[in-house]
């Protein structure tokens, strides 16, 4: 696409709108900006001075005519101000097509699904960055935008960098071109109802990130995972297909006799993997299947393995107060997730959860609460999500509250886990908000 002179709206700021701005910017756009925040002043005084046009989120300013919108991820798909510029036709992308579109051919690894995705990605990166030394980078939704990694390492004149990016699917839904050379769907589970409007709707988004592969682009399949066999029947995949598994051993990537395998080769050994839990089981044969794909020796995968201890936020070790080990799984934001952070213990858990409201059924998580000694419920949706998983759960109001009350009725061998099943947006700006006071919070006990 031609960018100098078109019109072109940003909705929502962010760091990535911001990183949109500025490659807008630098391919001589006419950049408007809604926003429906109030902006920093050092913001709004560079906004000004590139020439940004800035209007707040009234539904007149999506009246107007442009050439291209590039949308925050966090603007639901379902809003009305979506649904004004989608009745007139108007082009709506996010940073990760704007990034794509203007850039030389990278190596491109996109990685999604509902859980898992950032110790994947961040796995996958350490991987590459073994391999490959400073031509491997990492971005995304795990934190940086790729258009600010475009900005950096100057991807439209430069190529043939390797990209781990975590991929969300509000980012893939407005996927017109992106191609990564490898991709997989972790898993597939209920989240983000009140975004996307169905299950049907988020799952189908999921399965943009493979639409434009082929040939020999290479898809890693979850052979395991009921609901992706379902949908990539709906929609099939046009390019290789390698699958793994943990329950069975007639895939391209497989568990035997305490090693992993990958295309019927003795890869890695168990006794490398730190991480706790059958999860990241499933996430670790994920990346060194990609490895492989991108030819990384065994030593190397070996090495990286053997030091990865995982990603803040994602069942990650706070401290030890006598006795009781305290778990931050801020990250847990759907009941898939605080199921997997459960079912790696086995007794004594003091789960904390709450948070926003997004309506999730806790029916599921039920069945796995056998290593559960009480629940506290916190914030907003903290009384109907604890209530709703058994009778007589602690209710309070605060996360600090959650905390004291959790360090009370601990004893030595318990596990104080904040695993809250929900996004954080009642009271915090992100989960990384609500985990990093989580932890401030143990760490003055």
């Not at 975004?195 to 052979?223: C, P």
């Not at 895939?251 to 839990?277: H, Q």
């Not at 007794?347 to 059924?361: A, M, N, R, S």
């Not at 006071?437 to 003055?444: A, D, E, G, T």
Request: proline share 3%; aromatic share 8%.
């Amino acid at each position: 696409m031609e960018y100098k002179n078109k019109k072109v709206l940003v909705i929502g700021l962010a760091r990535s709108g911001m990183a949109a701005i500025k490659v807008l910017n630098k391919l001589g756009a006419n950049i408007f900006l809604s926003e429906k925040k109030q902006l920093e002043e050092k913001d709004r005084k560079y906004l000004e001075s590139i020439g940004v046009t800035i209007y707040n989120q009234d539904l007149s300013v999506f009246e107007k005519d442009y050439d291209l919108v590039v949308k925050n991820p966090g603007v639901p798909p379902i809003s009305e101000i979506v649904k004004k510029l989608q009745e007139r036709n108007i082009p709506i992308i996010t940073e990760i097509e704007l990034a794509y579109d203007i850039s030389k051919p990278q190596h491109y690894i996109a990685i999604t699904g509902t859980n898992g995705k950032t110790t994947t990605t961040t796995l996958v990166y350490e991987l590459l960055k073994k391999a490959f030394k400073e031509k491997a980078l990492v971005g995304g939704n795990i934190g940086t935008p790729l258009c600010e990694l475009v900005l950096e390492h100057d991807l439209i004149n430069n190529d043939g960098y390797y990209i781990s990016l975590e991929i969300s699917n509000h980012q893939l839904v407005d996927i017109i071109n992106f191609r990564p050379q490898i991709s997989t769907i972790i898993n597939l589970t209920p989240d983000h109802l009140e975004t996307m409007g169905s299950l049907d709707a988020y799952y189908k988004s999921k399965t943009e990130v493979y639409r434009n592969m082929k040939d020999d682009d290479i898809f890693i399949y979850n052979d395991d995972d009921k609901i992706l066999h379902e949908y990539t029947e709906k929609y099939p995949i046009n390019c290789k297909i390698q699958t793994i598994s943990l329950d069975h051993t007639n895939t391209y990537s497989y568990i035997k006799d305490d090693y992993m395998y990958v295309n019927n080769e003795k890869v890695l050994p168990l006794s490398c993997i730190r991480l706790v839990g059958k999860h990241n089981r499933q996430n670790i044969l994920i990346a060194i299947s990609i490895a492989k794909a991108l030819n990384i020796s065994n030593e190397d995968i070996i090495d990286v393995i053997d030091n990865f201890k995982g990603v803040e936020h994602r069942i990650e070790f706070v401290r030890e107060i006598n006795g009781v080990k305290y778990y931050n799984d801020s990250k847990g934001t759907n009941t898939d997730a605080s199921i997997t952070a459960l079912d790696s213990f086995e007794k004594g858990v003091i789960l904390l959860v709450g948070g926003y409201e997004k309506g999730l059924d806790m029916s599921e998580m039920k069945k796995h609460l056998s290593c559960v000694k009480k629940i506290i419920g916190f914030g907003a949706a903290g009384k109907r999500i604890a209530s709703d998983l058994i009778d007589n759960p602690i209710i309070v109001n605060t996360l600090d509250e959650a905390v004291l009350e959790a360090s009370k009725l601990a004893t030595s061998g318990d596990i104080v886990l904040l695993s809250p099943t929900t996004s954080s947006f009642d009271q915090y700006s992100s989960y990384e908000e609500r985990g990093k006071h989580f932890k401030q919070l143990v760490n003055k006990l």
